[in-house]
């Protein structure tokens, strides 16, 4: 099977029922976004803490599934969809890592070691793609669990990289106004 296919080369590209739309389309760029933020996720591994790979892992399995929904305008049932049970995985790791982590107090300044640098960048690319859903569910139906998995995605990307920095005693730095 080629890569290529030469159905791109005019600006537009599939979706998941086959039609037709502009690579530029609210749509594709939404779960570009997603797509970008998984590459990244993808960078980050193998952060030297096993539980985070793994969660990485499990991660990016999940952005696959949340451009398979974006890209179906029309899904059936069986189709892969983003649900209630991603989100509340979500929330349970962050309740975990939370009790590992001393109260914030203050803003903190993304940064820190590898890992912990790399999952806070990730972190901004995930809110990125929250606005892009936020935006293209303003025009188009889409599955509002898609919004609430990418805002609780972007909460724990926050909260694993102060996990790392914290376990690769990389200090928390609060920005000076």
């Known amino acids: 099977m080629s890569i290529y ?29 997603v797509d970008e933020a998984n590459a990244l996720l993808g960078t980050v591994r193998p952060t030297g803490h096993d539980d985070l790979d793994d969660l990485l892992e499990t991660v990016q399995n999940h952005l696959h599934v949340v451009q398979a929904d974006l890209a179906n305008p029309d899904p059936d049932p069986d189709d892969p969809q983003v649900d209630a049970g991603h989100v509340d995985e979500l929330e349970d790791r962050i309740d975990a890592f939370d009790e590992e982590l001393e109260p914030l107090t203050s803003f903190i ?13 990730a972190r901004a690319v995930v809110r990125r793609a929250e606005r892009r859903v936020v935006d293209l569910a303003r025009s188009e139906q889409i599955n509002e669990a898609v919004v609430t998995y990418l805002n609780r995605l972007s909460d724990l990307l926050f909260t694993a990289g102060r996990v ?10 609060s920005p000076s106004y």
């Open 5 to 33: 296919t030469g159905r791109g080369d005019e600006g537009e590209t599939d979706l998941r029922d086959m039609s037709r739309v502009s690579k530029s389309s609210h749509r594709i760029e939404a779960y570009g976004t």
């Open 164 to 173: 790392a920095n914290a376990r690769d005693g990389e200090p928390e730095e």
């Open 109 to 121: 300044l993304p940064g820190g070691g590898e890992a912990g640098a790399a999952l806070h960048h």
